[in-house]
């Protein structure tokens, strides 16, 4: 601490002694006796100075800037293959998402194509078994109109004669009835 403040000390009254001396005979820059001798020292320090710079500064920043020139050569070289191999990717997909949504269609079409046989072949069974349930009714519609007269006949002889039996009390013959319902359905006719 001691030896410190020494120090500053003495910086202080030696420059203070220089301003008191460069006071008295105006600027030395200027003074044309110092010239020589500012010339030879501004000669050594810039000589001094462009040799570490050319010799060890420049060198360094001449390095390192190649090492980055090349860097980033290399990080463009690396982007631009990085680029075409993703156009490539997105090619490849592209084409395999065409690729699968024909091959949907197509399982879609066949699909379709066959539901819509089993629908017909099975619409075709149904309008034949539909037919074939008209046929029979029709048929049976038919016997039935064709027996009906006969029925209701025997129907009418049956509950004329047990009316006859049961007002009268008497039993009546069914071939004089029957003749009495023929006669009468023959008018309604």
Do not use: H
């Amino acid at each position: 601490m001691f030896l410190k403040f020494s120090q500053i000390t003495f910086f202080y009254f030696l420059l203070l002694s220089q301003v008191n001396g460069a006071e008295s005979g105006g600027m030395p820059q200027l003074n044309p006796e110092f010239w020589f001798s500012q010339i030879f020292w501004l000669i050594i320090t810039f000589g001094f100075m462009f040799v570490v710079l050319s010799k060890l500064v420049l060198p360094k920043i001449s390095e390192n800037l190649e090492t980055r020139k090349a860097q980033i050569s290399e990080n463009i070289e690396s982007a631009e293959k990085q680029r075409l191999e993703s156009e490539n990717k997105i090619k490849e997909y592209n084409k395999l998402i065409l690729e699968s949504k024909n091959e949907a269609k197509n399982y879609f079409n066949q699909a379709r194509e066959k539901i819509l046989k089993d629908v017909d072949k099975k619409r075709e069974n149904l309008e034949k078994e539909i037919n074939e349930e008209i046929s029979k009714a029709e048929k049976e519609i038919e016997d039935l109109k064709n027996k009906s007269p006969d029925k209701v006949r025997k129907i009418a002889i049956e509950t004329s004669s047990d009316l006859i039996k049961q007002v009268i009390g008497v039993d009546v013959n069914n071939s004089s009835i029957s003749a009495i319902v023929e006669d009468i359905s023959r008018k309604r006719n």
